[in-house]
Nanobody, 129 residues
């Protein structure tokens, strides 16, 4: 249905910046919201930021003011700009595409929307102190 490939993760020093990208392919017209999640060693996966097809975004409190999520629907790409990175931001970052909020008229997308919940393979971000 939808395939996601993240890139951009690497080792960075505290207070540094990093830009993550997530390229989507397949039934991208059926995607409604997209988001970034992260999973630190020994912890559960947590939501970092989400963005709707219309561009409305939301963030977990710990990254507000430091991270910015954006998407280019023409390029089918999701971005996460991360500034003022902290060691506690160290995690594998995953891209997610969801179809449950699809509001268009494409009958295939209407059919697929409730089952569309795609994940990328993850990209590792390591922030050193």
């Amino acid at each position: 249905q939808v395939q996601l490939v993240e890139s951009g993760g690497e080792l960075v020093q505290a207070e540094g910046s990093l830009n993550l990208s997530c390229a989507a392919s397949g039934r991208t017209s059926c995607i409604s919201s997209m988001g970034w999640y992260r999973q630190a060693p020994g912890k559960e996966r947590e939501l970092v930021a989400t963005i709707t097809s219309g561009g409305s975004s939301a963030y977990v409190d710990s990254v507000k003011g430091r991270f910015t999520i954006s998407r280019d629907n023409d390029k089918n790409t999701l971005y996460l700009k991360m500034n003022s990175l902290k060691p506690e931001d160290t995690a594998v970052y995953y891209c997610n595409a969801d179809g449950s909020g699809y509001s268009g008229s494409n009958p295939l997308c209407v059919f697929l929307s409730s089952a569309l919940d795609a994940w990328g393979q993850g990209t590792l971000v390591t922030v050193s102190s």
